[in-house]
């Protein structure tokens, strides 16, 4: 069962980088800057209490500007001469979408490693 959740996780992380490629349009870019970057993960079996506090905090700072991104593409408004082209449309749903995803992706991928702390810490503790 690990294996395979482990498994899923490196796919998820895989579809992540490859959909990194797609970037925002340069209107979006004026409008609400760049999409904020993934924080760098650490491996929860060998990592440290204080190496796994300091991921954590950068995990919620990118959750919180990931949202704040996400509210700023949502409130585009409609009339704008972009947003009345289906082409622009479908580009900025499928660039949310992606931000989105890689937000889910990074917090799961924490979720897993802290998860794996604490199951190691729990076994030096029953030593």
Excluded: W
Excluded at 40 to 52: F, R
Excluded at 63 to 84: E, I, T
Excluded at 87 to 109: G, H, I, P
């Amino acid at each position: 069962m690990k294996k395979l959740y482990s498994a899923l996780i490196l796919s998820a992380l895989a579809l992540l980088a490859a959909g990194q490629s797609q970037a925002a349009h340069p209107a979006l870019k004026r409008i609400c800057g760049e999409a904020p970057a993934s924080p760098e993960l650490v491996a929860g079996k060998s990592a440290t209490e204080a190496s796994m506090r300091q991921v954590a905090g950068s995990v919620r700072g990118y959750a919180d500007q990931s949202l704040d991104y996400l509210s700023c593409l949502d409130s585009q408004p409609a009339s704008s001469s972009y947003m009345a082209q289906p082409s622009f449309r479908a580009q900025l749903a499928a660039y949310r979408d992606q931000v989105a995803d890689r937000l889910e992706a990074t917090v799961n991928a924490y979720n897993a490693e802290l998860r794996d702390f604490k199951a190691q810490q729990a076994q030096v503790a029953q030593k």
